[in-house]
Nanobody, 126 residues
Framework: QVQLVESGGGLVQAGGSLRLSCAASGRTFSRNTMGWFRQAPGKEREFVST????????YYADSVKGRFTISRDNFWNTLYLQMNSLKPEDTAVYYC???????????????????WGQGTQVTVSS
């Protein structure tokens, strides 16, 4: 059974930092694109960042560019999101996602991702 399990969320003051992790099990994603999405209360799920299988290519939403950094460790089958200079508008449930196919192009479309974690809450206070 494939599982993606996020961790690292919590409550932080504006300007602070958090590092999210996503541990995959049940299969390896070392050859698959992975990404992060988020959903705030009353809003649709939105793209945050995605990374190629090698880690050599990344893509960010404009709202997080320069503040967030996505990375991965294929040996440990784990995805990360380093979040710095957090703002109250970053408050959301953050989801890890992975593609099942071997397509190499990076996309922020949630429908392209086949596996999803249960989410981890990030709350940024002002």
């Amino acid at each position: 059974q494939v599982q993606l399990v996020e961790s690292g969320g919590g409550l932080v003051q504006a300007g602070g930092s958090l590092r999210l992790s996503c541990a995959a099990s049940g299969r390896t994603f070392s050859r698959n694109t992975m990404g992060w999405f988020r959903q705030a209360p009353g809003k649709e799920r939105e793209f945050v960042s995605t990374i190629s299988w090698s880690g050599g290519s990344t893509y960010y939403a404009d709202s997080v560019k320069g503040r967030f950094t996505i990375s991965r460790d294929n040996f440990w089958n784990t995805l990360y999101l380093q979040m710095n200079s957090l703002k109250p508008e970053d408050t959301a449930v953050y989801y890890c996602a992975a593609r099942a196919d071997d397509q190499t192009y990076l996309t922020g479309s949630w429908s392209a991702y086949d596996y999803w974690g249960q989410g981890t809450q990030v709350t940024v206070s002002s």
